[in-house]
């Protein structure tokens, strides 16, 4: 056996080398966030060639032969450790990414970083112009690009599989389609029998809310709620995300609609649930793999927990909802609680994912995941992806988007990342947060009336004990059946779903 007397040298000289790996990946990030809140349009083609300069540099230090042999010499030690101890963690962490990064050329990932970069630009104009050609030759390349990542991994099932375990380590295309189709088959009908009774009256969200308003609430929200503005800060963006430099600075961005007080509100909540994560780790894991969300759908499942479970719930707004008519007076004064709270509950068929109610959402995602599998199956051309996102929409939510810029444009991922894995986390962690959820109710039964009393510490430290401060130890699956003491399974999500809008609409 070694002891750490004999191999602290070498331990010491990975975290170094990690170390120096994760700053890079900071500096890129800070250059990604400028880029998609204040950088001027003219600093955009030098920005994507800064980018890739640095995740290239980043990439090829990470496949060094001599952290290979690091991690090689450390392995003896960490198999003696405790599985869940910081040493054998980040060996196991780094052995795991390790083995991955070896597989692809430091030059494929130069190529793709700038193209990535690239693509967000033509997008971000595309976007609001309606004009899907203009993107189209930028989508066709990603997802040649994206066939070729996942070609450096032979033996897969799927062409996607390489890609999803980038995001949700451990699962699998078919294993997906085989959950969200027992998924779909229960929400499908529960749409429907909601559709079949009055909708309802959200006009109380839809007066004009001006901005400034907005963001000063928001912020008040976010300060009760937890997030610690002396390590994060808000902004604007087209396409609101989370981004981290360090557990001391996690910071947000949201976008406003002056006619829909719901946009801005939810996508905040949302964005905070993220930073709270990552804000959360225990220092220790401090520039290391191990300061990282486990996957996609555990980052997720976070951002939904806050956003849905809580500030959807009838105790946030029993808390909030009279500081916003003081607020708002002229638009709220004469909206009661019980409207307020049904307004911001309601369920419709909707265009866009990102405003989806809780029971339509997991539709929107399954049918881009579906989307996804087709054009890297080559089963979908790219020339045809808005006839076929219509023609989905149309089957599974009974509308037609009537134009790209609320179709097949709406979401930057396919945009700025790849094309495969990048959609089926947020389904997975609207599963997994009912799942935490009533777990961290079950070891406190009294959170929901702390809630009600405007003091969310409660949840927020059952949720940074057993999720945040772990970093990413263990994978999805461990995290759940430790946090819960069972597996993920749809059972809670479609049980918290018929008992929450079986009230709100008398089914």
Known sequence: MQTLSKTEPQLLELKKRLTEIRDIEAASAVLYWDQATYMPPGGAAARGRQMATLQQIAHEKFVDPA???????????ADSLPYDSFEASLVRIARRNYDRAVQVPSAFVAQFSLHRAESYNVWAKARPENDFAAVRPYLEKTVELSREYANFFPGYEHIADPLI??????????????????????????????AANPPADDACLRQHFPEAQQVDFGLEVLERLG???QRGRQDKTHHPFTTSFSIGDVRITTRYDEYNLNEGLSSTIHEMG??????????????TPLADGVSSGVHESQSRLWENLVGR???FCTYFYPRLQALFSSQLADVSLDTFYRALNKVQRGLIRTEADEVTYNLHVTLRFDLELALLEGQLAVRDLPEAWNARYKADLGIVPDS????CLQDVHWYTGVVGGMFQGYTLGNLMSVQFYQAAIASNPHIPESLRQGEFGPLHEWLKHNIYALGCKYTAAELVERATGKPLSIDPFIGYIRQKYGQLYTL
Do not use: C, W
């Not at 993220?274 to 520039?287: N, R, S, T």
């Not at 790209?404 to 179709?407: E, F, I, L, Q």
């Open 404 to 407: 790209d810029r609320v179709g």
């Open 274 to 287: 993220h930073a709270l994560y990552e804000l959360g780790f225990d220092p220790q894991l401090e520039g």
């Open 227 to 229: 997030y610690d503005f």
């Open 165 to 194: 375990n980038n995001t949700d380590y451990g699962m699998k295309a078919n294993t997906l389609r085989e959950l969200f189709g027992q998924l779909r088959s229960h929400l499908v009908p529960i749409v429907e029998a909601i």
């Open 313 to 315: 719930s009838r105790e």
């Open 67 to 77: 952290i290979g042999q690091l991690l090689e010499d450390l392995q003896p030690y």
